[in-house]
T-cell receptor, first 116, second 112 residues
Framework: GAVVSQHPSWVICKSGTSVKIECRSL??????MFWYRQFPKQSLMLMAT?????????EQGVEKDKFLINHASLTLSTLTVTSAHPEDSSFYIC????????????FGPGTRLTVT | GQNIDQPTEMTATEGAIVQINCTYQ??????LFWYQQHAGEAPTFLSY????GLEEKGRFSSFLSRSKGYSYLLLKELQMKDSASYLC?????????????FGAGTQVVVTP
């Protein structure tokens, strides 16, 4: 149980375009989802925390107008990278929690974004 | 600020034991986690410590000393499939969201 999927698994886009990444909890309801970014050989950096039905909370230094997060249901959160630039190329990973009281988060398989 | 340090890389032979150390200085502490991550894949949960002491789980054990801001992950009877990056993460908030701060990961290379 506790499977999280992401779509697409990889995407290549041109500079200036927007890309949407989906994160789904397949067999549980996720009250909270997290979005991370990971550059090669570096740590997972938390970008934002997404709660169903409310606005996402962004970490310091993350532009909320550039990285749009929508948590429309208990099983789906989306991250849209707007006006992408080559420096946005990274591995984007989401994770989900099953409830407020649990400590564990389940990670999706990640999305490799390359901006040309 | 937040600081989680772990070695960049460790090499060990198949069947051996490897210990990955992690030291942390974070604004909050509500548990320390270890994850395994193979290249290009999502991290998978290995262990969780919130109290001082050793937690054993098959070939993997994890230790925590909160007063020292220190943890280690012990991998015994190494297998080739254990070659991966091992991430140390601290849950830094006590709120219901439970935000995590991750270390940069330790790449473990298991050789025949």
């Amino acid at each position: 149980g506790a499977v999280v999927s992401q779509h697409p698994s990889w995407v290549i886009c041109k500079s200036g375009t927007s890309v949407k990444i989906e994160c789904r909890s397949l067999d549980f309801q996720a009250t909270t989802m997290f979005w991370y970014r990971q550059f090669p050989k570096q740590s997972l950096m938390l970008m934002a925390t997404s709660n169903e039905g409310s606005k996402a909370t962004y970490e310091q230094g993350v532009e909320k107008d550039k990285f749009l997060i929508n948590h429309a249901s208990l099983t789906l959160s989306t991250l849209t990278v707007t006006s992408a630039h080559p420096e946005d190329s990274s591995f984007y990973i989401c994770s989900a929690k099953t409830s407020r009281n649990t400590y564990e988060q389940y990670f999706g398989p990640g999305t490799r974004l390359t901006v040309t | 600020g937040q600081n989680i340090d772990q070695p960049t890389e460790m090499t060990a032979t198949e069947g051996a034991i490897v210990q990955i150390n992690c030291t942390y200085q974070t604004s909050g502490f509500n548990g320390l986690f270890w994850y395994q991550q193979h290249a290009g894949e999502a991290p998978t949960f290995l262990s969780y410590n919130v109290l001082d002491g050793l937690e054993e789980k098959g070939r993997f054990s994890s230790f925590l000393s909160r007063s020292k801001g220190y943890s280690y992950l012990l991998l015994k009877e190494l297998q080739m499939k254990d070659s991966a990056s091992y991430l140390c993460a601290v849950r830094v908030t006590t709120d219901s969201w439970g935000k995590f701060q991750f270390g940069a990961g330790t790449q473990v290379v298991v050789t025949p």
